[in-house]
């Protein structure tokens, strides 16, 4: 399946669900700003990461206790000797014979990508969600790292790398570019705010300035950490 048919695919599942939206209980009937989030989620672990995030949700049936939604998020993820691994999905189903390492001395990737959002209301006041970027941009300054090539003898050389300018989910290795996803609870302390507290796992690509072994030149970095954020909503 080609690009432009999963492009079209995955906006065929969001016309479908339009008309689910138009079952939305009365308590949502407030406008539009009603349930528009605003957060600042940071994580630690190996590496940092700050994100800022917008997001809107749709309850789903009378009770409206699942949720749907789309948001936008500013990730920025920083880490020193970050070891990058052969990106390509058709390099890395070979198997560990084609998985070449880029270590960067410093790393700090923004990525500004659109989310998908998923929630579950328990009450009023507890929620579990899941998010995940969908499609986007990368930006950043150029980093040195050590290129280790595994077909090669492991042979070393010192190459130069951007992050990859687009960022776009297309499911496991055959994604590009740097993505973020939370998985997390979230307890509302008032009407307006509330905290959240989980797991994040960041996605960090890196294109070196030339072709490398197997004439490749994209590289990630898969980061798990945890997670907490403060959420505010104004018209909650």
Same mark, same amino acid.
Do not use: C
């Given at each position: 399946m080609n690009f432009m048919k999963k492009i079209l695919i995955i906006g065929l599942l969001f016309l479908s669900f339009t008309p689910i939206f138009s079952q939305e209980n009365t308590e949502i009937k407030k406008g539009y700003r009603y349930n528009n989030n605003y957060d600042l989620a940071i994580g630690a672990g190996n590496g940092f990461s700050t994100a800022l995030s #917008?997001?809107?949700?749709?309850?789903?049936?009378?009770?409206?206790k699942f949720?749907?939604?789309?948001?936008?998020?500013? &990730?920025?993820?920083?880490?020193?000797?970050?070891?990058?691994? &052969?990106?390509?999905a058709k390099l890395?189903?070979?198997?560990?014979?084609?998985?070449?390492? %880029?270590?960067? +001395?410093?790393?700090?990737? +923004?990525? %500004? +990508?659109?989310?998908i959002n998923l929630q579950y209301a328990f009450s009023e006041k507890l929620e579990v969600g899941f998010n995940i970027d969908? /499609?986007?941009?990368?930006?950043?300054?150029?980093?040195?790292?050590?290129f280790v090539a595994a077909s090669q003898k492991r042979? &070393?050389?010192?190459? &130069?790398?951007?992050?990859?300018?687009?960022?776009? /989910?297309?499911?496991?290795? +055959?994604?590009?570019?740097? %993505?973020?996803?939370?998985?997390y609870?979230?307890? #509302? /302390?008032?009407?307006? #705010?509330?905290?959240?507290?989980?797991?994040?796992f960041a996605f960090s690509e890196y294109t070196t300035s030339r072709k490398l072994t197997f004439d490749n030149d994209r590289f990630?970095?898969?980061v798990l950490m945890p997670m907490l954020a403060v959420t505010f909503s104004p018209y909650r």
């Open positions: #917008w997001s809107h949700f749709h309850k789903i049936g009378k009770k409206g949720q749907i939604g789309y948001g936008l998020r500013l &990730t920025s993820l920083f880490g020193s000797n970050v070891a990058h691994i &052969t990106a390509p890395t189903s070979g198997g560990e014979a084609n998985l070449d390492t %880029l270590t960067l +001395n410093s790393m700090q990737v +923004n990525s %500004l +990508n659109l989310s969908a /499609l986007g941009f990368s930006f950043g300054g150029e980093q040195k790292g050590s042979v &070393t050389s010192q190459e &130069t790398a951007k992050p990859t300018a687009a960022n776009v /989910l297309l499911t496991g290795d +055959n994604d590009i570019g740097s %993505l973020n996803s939370e998985f609870l979230r307890y #509302w /302390l008032s009407p307006k #705010w509330a905290i959240r507290g989980g797991l994040t990630r970095a898969k």
